[in-house]
């Protein structure tokens, strides 16, 4: 008998992001209890740094990725109260969820849409600023998702990630890593009854690059200027990737600013 033929990488990718999917669908009624439960309530705080960092023009659409059960959107129509938000992630049920939250007119400016990081359903450059927290490590090829951000970006615009550092290296000599495999997978196997969706986190935290690694991604991807900032001891970082507009394309490289470290520019 002959075998089937494996399958390639691109329906390895899709595979692997209707898993992903399919997970987050389950445990989408307890993630937000349990991202401020294990984060002890910092992930509030480190969501309001992302959207502070975004600095979308005003009147402008933003793009929220992998939104999830929509705390970003949320925060970014605060800190900038005429924006619109896309929100777009390819789990329907934490969108579904995250509706809950939309009062006092945020329906009106907030606009859940399932979708694909890796083909957004947005027209050229018609966002000003762009914000995934802690999915991109859950989108392959990343690289499409960096690209096809870029695409929608207008010049000048920032996309804004937020992701744990990678858990390769030891933080607060290794009781974080403790923490990341034993505790994490535990307290989500307890709390959610879903030990696959913890492991997997912990093990997509392990697998993540160093935020080097994600600014080289970032640049090849064809952004302009790259920065990091490290949250926590490096637990969390926030990186932002600018979009040339054009003129600052053209002008020489001036060093970033004390809270904007760690710059790369091609």
């Not at 060093?255 to 790369?264: H, I, K, N, Y």
Request: hydrophobic share 40%.
């Amino acid at each position: 008998m002959q075998r089937a033929p494996a399958p390639d990488q691109d329906q390895r990718d899709q595979m692997h992001g209707r898993q992903v999917a399919a997970m987050f669908g389950r445990i989408a009624g307890w993630y937000d209890f349990l991202n401020h439960t294990l984060s002890l309530g910092l992930d509030i705080y480190w969501r309001w740094r992302l959207a502070r960092a975004a600095r979308p023009e005003p009147g402008s659409t933003v793009l929220d990725l992998a939104a999830g059960t929509l705390d970003v959107s949320v925060a970014l129509t605060r800190q900038y109260p005429d924006v619109r938000v896309a929100a777009v992630d390819f789990a329907l049920p934490m969108l579904e969820r995250g509706q809950r939250k939309l009062a006092d007119g945020l329906f009106e400016r907030i606009m859940p849409v399932q979708g694909d990081g890796r083909k957004l359903p947005l027209p050229d450059e018609s966002v000003s600023a762009a914000t995934i927290a802690f999915g991109i490590r859950n989108i392959r090829p990343r690289l499409s998702a960096h690209r096809e951000v870029l695409r929608v970006l207008k010049p000048g615009g920032r996309f804004c990630i937020l992701e744990f550092g990678t858990g390769r290296r030891k933080v607060w000599g290794g009781l974080y890593n403790f923490y990341l495999d034993k505790v994490l997978p535990g307290l989500g196997k307890l709390i959610s009854g879903d030990p696959a969706a913890y492991r997997y986190l912990a093990e997509t935290i392990r697998e993540f690059p160093d935020e080097r690694q994600l600014a080289r991604e970032l640049m090849d991807a064809g952004y302009a200027r790259v920065f990091h900032v490290a949250m926590l001891s490096g637990i969390v970082y926030l990186h932002v990737a600018e979009k040339a507009d054009g003129v600052e394309a053209q002008t020489p490289f001036e060093p970033s600013a004390p809270q904007e470290p760690e710059a790369v520019q091609g």
